[in-house]
């Protein structure tokens, strides 16, 4: 793996793009829409709470990404497991409704993005690559004005596989046009275990998006690792 210390020794056509926690604030908007979720469910929200639902969510996702189920328990599953766990009498399927609404408000951009997709998108075409649900992803990217950015969006429940998935990304190497090779495509993500585990799996290149500096302890392993989007300016120019 290489740090984003200068040009890359490849030449890129295109770049996949993960949104959420790369381009799109995720943290931010799931936090923003969870709180209006349980005052609409008439239950007090506070930070407890938040990081119980945080974590219920993301262990369904990572079982999600592991094909062990299906969105759909994601959807019905997580306020249900919350509301049990608390022992609150609330109905997990109308929080789910209100918050997948909510969500899809939540536009927030990381540091820089707007920034970096503009000089991106006059440089190479952009796909966005992501797990999450259709109507929510479409909706932020479009309250967050950056899908003008896109030539594509290849989102996980329209394409009937989801990342880490080889089969995702036969999906969108399929649909795009002109064709691409593997090897002329960089994804840029800040998942190990959905974005550079993907890339591995469908053998294109990888750079890890990680502004908190984590250790690397997944077994996959990036061709580039960041701290900044500003970095890809450099790493792509």
Same mark, same amino acid.
């Given at each position: 793996?290489?740090?984003?210390?200068?040009?890359t020794?490849?030449?890129?056509?295109? *770049?996949? $793009?993960?949104?959420?926690?790369?381009?799109?604030?995720?943290?931010?908007?799931?936090?923003?829409?969870?709180y209006?979720? $349980?005052?609409?469910?008439?239950i007090e929200?506070d930070?407890?709470?938040y990081?119980?639902?945080s974590?219920?969510?993301?262990?369904l996702w990572?079982?999600?990404?592991r094909g062990?189920i299906?969105?759909?328990?994601?959807?019905?599953?997580?306020?249900?497991?919350?509301?049990?766990?608390?022992?609150l009498?609330?109905?997990?399927?109308a929080?789910?409704?209100?918050?997948?609404?909510?969500l899809?408000?939540g536009?927030?951009?990381?540091?820089?993005?707007?920034e970096? $997709?503009?000089?991106?998108?006059?440089?190479?075409?952009?796909?966005? #690559?992501t797990?999450?649900f259709?109507?929510?992803?479409?909706?932020? /990217?479009? $309250? !967050?004005?950056?899908?003008?950015?896109?030539?594509?969006?290849? =989102?996980?429940?329209?394409?009937?596989?989801?990342k880490?998935?080889?089969e995702?990304?036969?999906v969108?190497?399929?649909e795009? #046009?002109?064709?691409l090779?593997?090897t002329?495509? *960089? /994804?840029?993500?800040?998942?190990?275990?959905s974005?550079? /585990?993907?890339a591995?799996?469908?053998?294109? !290149?990888?750079?890890?998006?990680?502004?908190?500096g =984590?250790?690397n302890?997944?077994?996959?392993?990036p061709?580039?690792?960041?701290r900044?989007?500003?970095?890809?300016?450099?790493l /792509?120019?």
């Amino acid at each position: 793996m290489h740090e984003s210390d200068g040009k890359t020794d490849m030449k890129f056509k295109a *770049l996949f $793009l993960d949104m959420d926690g790369t381009f799109l604030d995720f943290q931010a908007a799931e936090k923003e829409a969870f709180y209006k979720t $349980l005052k609409g469910s008439k239950i007090e929200p506070d930070e407890v709470r938040y990081q119980r639902y945080s974590s219920i969510n993301d262990s369904l996702w990572k079982a999600f990404e592991r094909g062990e189920i299906a969105k759909e328990t994601i959807r019905s599953s997580r306020f249900t497991l919350l509301f049990q766990e608390l022992g609150l009498d609330a109905d997990g399927d109308a929080a789910e409704e209100f918050y997948e609404r909510a969500l899809g408000e939540g536009h927030a951009l990381m540091p820089h993005a707007r920034e970096v $997709l503009q000089y991106l998108s006059e440089r190479y075409a952009l796909y966005v #690559v992501t797990n999450g649900f259709k109507n929510v992803q479409k909706s932020r /990217l479009r $309250l !967050a004005d950056i899908e003008r950015f896109m030539v594509k969006s290849f =989102i996980s429940e329209e394409v009937g596989f989801q990342k880490p998935q080889k089969e995702f990304f036969d999906v969108c190497f399929a649909e795009i #046009v002109p064709a691409l090779k593997p090897t002329e495509v *960089l /994804l840029i993500g800040d998942s190990l275990t959905s974005d550079i /585990l993907g890339a591995q799996n469908a053998g294109i !290149a990888s750079c890890w998006f990680n502004p908190d500096g =984590i250790p690397n302890e997944s077994g996959a392993e990036p061709d580039y690792e960041i701290r900044s989007l500003l970095e890809l300016k450099e790493l /792509l120019r």
